[in-house]
């Protein structure tokens, strides 16, 4: 069955890195666009980043461009983000997710949390 | 404030019909795909529709969804306490090259 499962989140001082992994499994990963889509304690969904399934296409929501990036790893089956000067409203649960026909995502990992915080 | 509109809260009776709008502008709901989620408390969101009006597998035919120039909508029959959750719209905005979503209605069965 379809798995993906977050790692890399914790806490983290404003301007300070993290780098987020989410492994894929029960799936061809190469065959689908991925995402990191967050979500703020208590708020809603925010669309973080895109990457199609041969890592040629890369798109970015302007509150994060310049300042996370995205990667695969087709052949780990494996999602990243790195994310680098981070700011306190960068605090989220990140999800990863699988792409589905025109940007829709049906499967979704747990999630993992990220708090930028001094 | 999210690109797309969609009301804070809805609420309706055990059995009825509910329906959930999404207002967005020609550079994306009105060009693009409109998908549909729903959020447990504490779960990852979930996809009831994808590409306007169709279902994955799994969901039931009470979820359905319709588009209209620059709105969609998500209509919900037979509502069950279950049903209680955040719902959301999603979709691609051709002028800011980025996925959306809606800022999430909240459902509520009396």
């Known amino acids: 069955q379809v798995q993906l499962v977050e790692s890399g989140g914790g806490l983290v001082k404003p301007g300070g890195s993290l780098r987020l992994s989410c492994a894929a499994s029960?799936?061809?990963?190469?065959?689908?666009?991925m995402s990191w889509i967050r979500q703020a304690p208590g708020k809603g969904l925010e669309w973080v980043s895109y990457?199609?399934?041969?890592?040629?296409?890369?798109y970015y929501a302007d509150s994060v461009k310049g300042r996370f990036t995205i990667s695969r790893d087709n052949a780990k089956n494996s999602l990243c983000l790195q994310m680098n000067s981070l700011r306190v409203e960068d605090t989220a649960v990140y999800y990863c997710?699988?792409?589905?026909?025109?940007?829709?995502?049906?499967?979704w990992g747990q999630g993992t949390l990220v708090t930028a915080s001094s | 404030q999210s690109v797309l509109t969609q009301p804070p809260s809805v609420s309706a009776a055990p059995g009825q019909k509910v329906t959930i709008s999404c207002s967005g502008s020609?550079?994306?709901?009105?060009?693009?795909?409109v998908s549909w989620y729903q959020q447990l408390p504490e779960t990852a969101p979930k996809l009831l529709i994808f590409?306007?009006?169709k279902r994955p597998s799994g969901i039931p035919d009470r979820f359905s969804g319709s588009k209209s120039g620059t709105s969609a909508t998500l209509g919900i029959t037979g509502l069950q306490t279950g049903d209680e959750a955040d719902y959301y719209c999603?979709?691609?905005?051709?002028?800011?090259?980025?996925?959306?979503f809606g800022g999430g209605t909240k459902l509520t069965v009396l």
């Open positions: 997710a699988r792409g589905k026909g025109q940007l829709a995502y049906d499967y």
């Open positions: 029960g799936f061809t990963f190469s065959d689908h666009y």
């Open positions: 990457i199609s399934g041969d890592g040629s296409a890369i």
């Open positions: 020609s550079s994306n709901i009105g060009n693009n795909y």
């Open positions: 590409e306007n009006n």
């Open positions: 999603g979709t691609w905005d051709s002028s800011l090259s980025a996925g959306v």
